[in-house]
Structures are given as structure tokens and as C-alpha cells.
């Protein structure tokens, strides 16, 4: 369960970031912050998959790239998403061409998975605030329900329930057509 600190008085963000890193993290959400609940086996097992297979179509063509468990810190919020997207012009990197350790913009995709203990109202709160500030795609996964809720700027979120429902990709991978069956069939280890 996600739950506000009540040990710590209201912080600026720029104190928040000055504190040190929490197991789980925390996150910075107007003036408050909330620690995310420790992932859980579906949750890690959507994850890791999500993230290998966006990273083998987006990687080879230096077109996309996916992050687990990222702080990105922007428009006044600091969050550590599930999933992080972006473009690969816009991963910011050093000098060197190394990827920097502060993200300080928005992501192009967000993905989402609850937890059987996590409130869906903050997680759509945290997606929605993205999609305010610029992200193109948010997911909100739903591992129990088998449901995947597509959220776009500016238009009403879309629940895919059915099992041929073919998932929204960013255009970078608009040749990666992933069905509801198929996201939820990783959950069957072979």
C-alpha cells in the first residue's frame, strides 16, 4: 500500500532530492511523499519482459529505449515509474555520450502495473500528471483484472479486456503488434 510519510514535514522538492534514496522508493507528489509498495512476482515478471522486448526492437535502432524503475523529475513532481520510455534523442547523456543519472523531463511512454495492495487512484494520478507534462502514451496494467488501460492526451482512456485486444504502441514500434493474450501469457513461464 502506498501511504504518505507522516514522520516528515512538507519538503521543496529540491530538499526532497537532497534525501537519500528509500527501498522502495519514494516519491515526491505536491509537497508530500509517498513510498511505492515493494513489486511483487506478476509485477516483476511484466516488467522485466516489457522492458526486453521494447529494448530489442528499440535498441537496434537507436529509436527507443526502456527504463525500470526511473526517477524522472519535472514539473515539480519527482516519480519513479514502473516502466520509462523515451525517445532516444531525448536520453539525456553526459559528455562522454554515457547516460546521465538525473532525468529531469518527462517520458514519452509510461507503463504502469498495479499491485493487488496499490491504490489505482495515485497510479492514474501519476499518469496522468505525465500526460499534462508532455508524455504521448501511458499503460496502466492491471495484472489481476488481465486488463490494460491506454491512456492518450486529450482523449478518454481505453480499457482493452479482450483477449485479441491489440495494444497502442508508440510509433517507434508500430510493427510490434502485442495482444492482450499475449502480454498476459508471460505470466506462464514456460
Known amino acids: 500500500m502506498v501511504s504518505a510519510s507522516s514522520t516528515f514535514p512538507t519538503l521543496s522538492l529540491e530538499e526532497f532530492l537532497k534525501q537519500p534514496e528509500t527501498k522502495p522508493a519514494s516519491e515526491y507528489i505536491d509537497g508530500r511523499i509517498y513510498q511505492k509498495p515493494m513489486p511483487q512476482g506478476k509485477h516483476s515478471t511484466l516488467q522485466g519482459r516489457l522492458i526486453s522486448e521494447i529494448n530489442q526492437i528499440g535498441l537496434p535502432q537507436r529509436s527507443i529505449y526502456a527504463f525500470p524503475e526511473l526517477r524522472c523529475t519535472f514539473a515539480g513532481r519527482s516519480i519513479v515509474l514502473d516502466i520509462s520510455v523515451f525517445t532516444w534523442e531525448w536520453i539525456p547523456r553526459n559528455a562522454d ?87 498476459f501469457n508471460w505470466l506462464n513461464l514456460p
Open 97 to 183: 555520450g554515457e547516460v546521465e543519472n538525473t532525468f529531469t523531463l518527462h517520458p514519452d511512454w509510461v507503463i504502469e502495473i498495479l499491485l493487488p495492495d496499490q491504490r489505482p487512484t495515485r497510479v492514474i494520478n501519476n499518469l496522468l500528471f505525465c500526460l499534462n507534462n508532455g508524455t504521448l502514451l501511458g499503460w496502466l496494467i492491471d495484472p489481476d483484472e488481465k486488463t490494460v488501460i491506454l491512456f492518450q492526451p486529450g482523449q478518454q482512456p481505453i480499457a482493452k479486456e479482450a483477449s485479441s485486444d491489440h495494444l497502442l504502441m508508440p510509433s517507434q514500434l508500430e510493427h510490434w503488434h502485442l495482444t492482450l493474450e499475449e502480454l
